[in-house]
């Protein structure tokens, strides 16, 4: 086979691998800004791309999992978009943190009130979520996603480890490690010792500086004191001086 063969062969394999490709990158994700660590609070951002060339996205339904409860959850504003936050009562009443909750958030829906995401285009939606589970490692939400000629694509398949991802796999959110502090009570303690640290280093300063000025004026004092005994003196030694020439 000559060289241009080749090469032609080269760019027609390379172009099917990314036409084969594309659709993997084309789906519903859910990202934290910084870290989402077991036991604390996060902001995540669920990004929803538009993959049709001749409809808008006009609403998103994504759905928290039950089984890991969240107490909290907070949308922020969006705009061109209605939000709507649905919570429901847990099939069985749990404990997070020493609190006791029998209902928490199912269901949380954007529905546009304008455009939409148009082709070609995609939108963040973020919410703060907490306090997250400390015994997963992590998170699965089933998506919905209405596009305005009335398609619905349903982001509901759980990956698996060690499987190819599935068609339209379903947001999933990676927990990292617990991290000190994270109620905030390591973090006081290591504040205080921090701030106990720098007074004294402030206390040690101000009495190795103090020190000094309390000598100086103490050698200032007796040098005064010198020198007026020495002035007192040669007065007492010009006036006798005086006399004896006199005399004389």
């Known amino acids: 086979m000559k060289a241009p063969h080749i090469a032609a062969a080269g760019v027609l394999a390379a172009s099917a691998v990314l036409v084969l490709s594309a659709p993997a990158f084309a789906h519903v994700t859910v990202n934290p800004e910084g ?10 951002n669920f990004k929803v791309p538009n993959e049709r060339d001749n409809a808008s ?21 969006v705009d061109g978009w209605k939000i709507e936050v649905t919570k429901s009562k847990l099939a069985k009443p749990v404990e997070l943190h020493g609190e006791k909750i029998d209902e928490a958030v ?3 829906t954007w529905t546009a009130d304008g455009k939409g995401i148009e082709p070609g285009y995609f939108q963040k939606f973020p919410l703060s979520i ?11 939400f089933k998506a919905l996603q209405t596009y305005s000629n009335k398609d619905v694509v349903r982001w509901i ?18 927990l990292s490690a617990a991290e000190d502090g994270h109620h905030g009570s390591a973090a006081s303690d290591t504040e205080s010792d921090d701030a106990a640290d720098a007074q004294a280093a402030a206390n040690e300063s101000t009495e190795q500086a103090s ?17 007026i005994v020495v002035g007192v003196a040669g007065v007492a030694y010009g006036v006798l001086a005086g006399r004896r020439r006199s005399e004389a």
Do not use: C, W
């Open 106 to 108: 199912s269901k949380v």
């Open 130 to 140: 907490g306090a997250l589970p400390e015994n997963t490692d992590e998170l699965v």
């Open 57 to 77: 996205t006009t609403k998103l339904e994504v759905n928290f999992p039950t089984e890991h409860p969240l107490a909290s959850v907070m949308p922020a504003p």
């Open 35 to 44: 870290t989402a660590a077991k036991g604390g609070y996060a902001t995540v």
């Open 157 to 174: 398949e759980v990956p698996q480890e060690g499987q190819e991802e599935p068609e339209a796999p379903a947001p999933v959110l990676a």
């Open 211 to 227: 020190s000094p000025s309390d000598t100086s004026d103490t050698t200032a004092r007796v040098l005064g004191i010198v020198g």
